[in-house]
């Protein structure tokens, strides 16, 4: 077991500590992974339109992103360490957050992963609920609206712009501008009434992102009672890689995570109880005999799978966390099925399309994602969430802000960006007086 933590320096010198012989190696990963700070701006660049940012891309490509930084993790990693462990060690956070084998993932996203844990993560006191509720007041100041619990069926046209969506409900919502952060392939296959067949073509030769069963804990006792870690958990059998290779079992590593012990809340509003999740990716074949059944309909070999998979993971909790033992007093188990069912998941994918190699290119030629813009071919349409970019909270996020730049005039670009940085220096709340208040873990 390996405790990453807070800060390069510290968890370099934790490495060194650990494997003194791979100095050398883990000073040359930790200089590498500072070197491809550049590569996600300069991607996001690159997926602008627009003659000068374009080339500003191009320019940061080429000056500021080392050759390494598009390869396969595994083997820049191979490259400068020897020691299998630690290989592991580093390569592991990357497979089970990435959702996919260090041999396809470019190097540059385990650098990004590193980038994001630099100053340790945060949770929301309260819930991650907060952060949407915190956004409530700006959206309907600004003139906006939310709705919750409203699929949109489609986008509706006129001729070839986007004019607004229709629920599920058949609501008509009018719009000059359209963002859809459902993903490309629910976009382009579900939501627009037409495709031109190059994007069909375009879509079947992506590969999918691997599927994932989560499950769901409640738990009697306080998360201190119980010994609940309030940093996420992560385990493998020797090869984090295996699953995804195509040469471990039906299952990857294991993802342990309690909200409730990271919210200095929780036992307040919740005394004796505690929660959480443990998540494992499958092979995208494992569910395949099942598509097409309804949810509350499913096949007696369905539930037969669930609870042999339940079991597993049952299993991992106690061997890993003993105190909560005869403390489990509910669980359910989320399948591909179920993120299909319930949001919209195309194969229960977490990550969408493939965030792989294949798709960012290796630097001189295009990759298969490269013609995924937030300006899409569509007048009034444009694309967010993790297909545009990366994935994960950040790839999404900054795809959101890019889909932004698109959509506005140059007004709205320039207070965009302004109000961006004056947030990064002094965040301020919100015209309601909330901000989510964030604990450190």
Request: charged share 20%; proline share 7%.
């Amino acid at each position: 077991m390996y405790q990453a933590p807070v800060g390069f320096s510290a968890y370099r010198s934790g490495l060194i500590a650990r494997f003194p012989a791979e100095r050398a190696g883990i000073e040359a990963l930790f200089g590498l992974i500072g070197r491809c700070r550049a590569v996600l701006p300069a991607l996001a660049l690159g997926r602008l339109t627009g003659p000068v940012v374009r080339r500003l891309a191009r320019v940061l490509r080429a000056t500021a992103v080392p050759p390494q930084a598009l390869c396969p993790a595994r083997e820049v990693v191979e490259g400068l360490v020897r020691d299998e462990r630690l290989r592991q060690a580093v390569l592991t956070p990357s497979a089970l957050l990435l959702a996919d084998s260090t041999a396809r993932l470019p190097f540059f996203l385990l650098a990004v992963l590193f980038e994001h844990f630099r100053t340790g993560a945060w949770y929301p006191v309260g819930g991650s609920a907060e952060i949407a509720r915190a956004m409530l007041e700006p959206i309907r100041a600004a003139g906006g609206e939310v709705f919750v619990r409203a699929p949109v069926a489609r986008i509706e046209l006129d001729g070839s712009r986007a004019t607004g969506v229709v629920l599920a409900n058949g609501t008509r919502v009018r719009a000059p501008v359209v963002v859809s952060a459902a993903g490309a392939q629910n976009t382009y296959r579900t939501l627009l009434p037409r495709q031109p067949d190059r994007i069909a073509d375009r879509l079947d030769g992506m590969r999918r992102g691997f599927p994932f069963v989560v499950l769901f804990l409640g738990l009697d006792g306080d998360p201190a009672e119980l010994g609940l870690p309030r940093h996420n958990l992560m385990v493998t059998d020797e090869d984090c890689d295996a699953l995804f290779d195509g040469t471990g079992g039906r299952t990857s590593g294991y993802f342990f995570s309690f909200s409730c012990a990271k919210d200095p809340t929780w036992t307040t509003r919740h005394p004796g109880r505690s929660t959480g999740e443990i998540l494992t990716y499958v092979r995208p074949e494992l569910f395949e005999p099942f598509h097409g059944s309804r949810w509350r309909h499913r096949d007696p070999a369905y539930l037969s799978l669930k609870a042999e998979l339940t079991a597993q993971l049952l299993d991992q909790l106690h061997r890993h966390l003993p105190r909560t033992t005869g403390r489990v007093a509910y669980h359910e188990l989320g399948t591909p099925l179920t993120a299909e069912h319930f949001a919209g998941w195309p194969g229960g994918s977490l990550y969408g399309l493939a965030k792989d190699v294949a798709g960012f290119g290796d630097g001189h030629r295009p990759g298969l994602a490269d013609w995924l813009r937030p300006r899409t071919e569509v007048k009034g349409l444009y694309l967010s969430g993790q297909d545009c970019l990366a994935g994960g909270f950040l790839g999404a996020v900054t795809s959101g802000l890019l889909a932004a730049h698109e959509a506005l005039d140059r007004a709205g670009r320039a207070r965009l960006w302004a109000g961006l940085l004056r947030h990064g220096v002094r965040p301020r709340s919100t015209s309601s007086g909330r901000t989510p208040t964030v604990q450190e873990r």
